[in-house]
């Protein structure tokens, strides 16, 4: 990070990134809580998890804050209005990753202790170690300003999307085996959808922080794209709160 002649402008963008960082430690905690919580059938914690979301939103509305009144003080110009911009970007995803592990929580609460094929789980916590993965390494290139290590992580996400290809076949075979299994698939399939939607979220920051170190967006459209056929049903289309 440039060095200011306002050393309180310094302050300023320290206490952003460290904003930042605690955001995304949380963030990381809760995705990680969620999937044990699921895979135990732990609602205790399904529940801790839920309760978290709140420190989670009230970090990012401190950050928020915090960024306009440095741009409002300071009016910065090209690296430092980047900086401030950024936060507030990632703020934003970072809060979204909240919410989505959130949903897999009280999913979680509302199957209880009626989870049934266990096995059928085995694939979702593989997506959410790969997500998981995802989100550490973007934080590290947010904390780095590592270009390249945010480009591989853009790059990476089509690894999840392929998983939840894999985990959507694998839950509609367990629902195919025994309609007793149908209510309990349903909800790994908005979970997996969550999870997908995680990796989305840690892919937005990676753009984010290419564009704060380089001044250059990535391109709108991603390496990746789901064939016209694809007959899945979109679960965040429908509904994936309770």
Same mark, same amino acid.
């Given at each position: 990070m440039v060095e200011h002649t306002i050393k309180a402008f310094d302050r300023e963008l320290d206490a952003l990134e460290r904003r930042i960082a605690e955001m995304g430690g949380v963030a990381e905690k809760m995705v990680i809580d969620a999937m044990d919580a699921?895979?135990?059938?732990?609602?205790?914690?399904?529940? /801790?998890? @839920?309760?978290?979301?709140?420190?989670?939103?009230?970090? /990012? &509305?401190?950050? #928020?804050?915090?960024?306009?009144?440095?741009?409002?003080?300071? !009016?910065?110009?090209? @690296?430092?209005?980047?900086?401030?911009?950024?936060?507030?970007?990632?703020?934003?995803?970072?809060? &979204?990753?909240?919410?989505?592990? %959130?949903?897999?929580?009280?999913?979680?609460?509302?199957?209880? $202790?009626?989870?049934?094929?266990?096995?059928?789980?085995?694939?979702? %916590?593989?997506?959410?170690?790969v997500a998981t993965e995802l989100l550490k390494d973007v934080l590290d290139a947010?904390? !780095?300003?590592? #270009?390249?290590?945010?480009? #591989?992580?853009? /790059?990476?996400?089509?690894?999840?999307? #392929?998983?939840?290809? $894999?985990?959507? &076949?694998?839950?509609?075979?367990?629902?195919?085996?025994?309609p007793r299994n149908i209510s309990f698939c349903a909800h790994l399939l908005f979970c997996s959808k969550n999870i997908e939607r995680i990796g989305d979220h840690a892919t937005n920051i990676a753009e984010t922080v290419i564009y704060l170190v380089s001044g250059r967006s990535m391109p709108s459209e991603r390496p990746h794209t789901r064939p016209e056929g694809d007959a899945r049903i979109d679960m965040g289309a429908a509904g994936g709160d309770l």
């Open positions: 699921l895979a135990n059938a732990d609602t205790v914690l399904a529940h /801790q998890v @839920v309760a978290t979301d709140l420190r989670l939103d009230a970090l /990012q &509305r401190e950050i #928020e804050d915090m960024a306009v009144m440095t741009i409002a003080r300071r !009016q910065p110009v090209a @690296v430092d209005l980047r900086e401030l911009i950024g936060t507030i970007r990632i703020a934003g995803d970072l809060e &979204r990753i909240g919410d989505l592990a %959130k949903n897999i929580a009280k999913r979680t609460v509302k199957v209880g $202790s009626d989870a049934r094929v266990p096995r059928a789980i085995i694939g979702l %916590k593989h997506m959410n170690e947010y904390a !780095q300003r590592d #270009e390249e290590r945010a480009r #591989e992580v853009w /790059q990476r996400d089509v690894d999840l999307d #392929e998983l939840e290809d $894999s985990v959507f &076949r694998d839950v509609l075979t367990h629902m195919m085996e025994d």
